[in-house]
């Protein structure tokens, strides 16, 4: 499956942005679909994910209550609504798709281009 993201940008503490990832090539719904992103010198981390059908999503800590994770089979597109943006949400961020729920970054077979978020203060 081939995935596009986009959405990213610059934005103000507090502020939101809304990503999207619109997927091709394979059945979108055979897949559980997930955010991660990637700071400057850290390594990648996860997100947020959701579960191909029932619309089950997680999430890491740090962005509980200020990001939603959000899919539409019908337009094969995942979102992440991030809202009350902090500095610390700065990073490059990637969609995924795997057919592994809640498995690691290694577990996911395809892999979007990733978008650029830069929260300033």
């Known amino acids: 499956v081939q995935l596009q993201a986009s959405g990213g940008g610059l934005v103000q503490a507090g502020g939101s942005l809304r990503l999207s990832c619109a997927a091709s090539?394979?059945?979108?719904?055979?897949?559980?679909m997930a955010w991660f992103r990637q700071a400057p010198g850290k390594e990648r981390e996860f997100v947020a994910a959701?579960?191909?059908?029932?619309?089950?999503?997680i999430y890491t800590g740090s962005v509980k209550g200020r990001f939603t994770i959000s899919r539409d089979n019908a337009k094969t597109t995942v979102f992440l609504q991030m809202d009350s943006l902090k500095p610390e949400d700065t990073a490059v961020y990637y969609c995924?798709?795997?057919?592994?729920?809640?498995?690691?970054?290694?577990?996911?077979?395809?892999w979007g281009q990733g978008t650029q978020v830069t929260v300033s203060s």
């Open positions: 090539g394979r059945t979108f719904s055979n897949y559980h």
């Open positions: 959701i579960s191909r059908n029932v619309g089950v999503s």
């Open positions: 995924a798709a795997s057919d592994i729920w809640n498995g690691p970054a290694g577990a996911y077979d395809y």
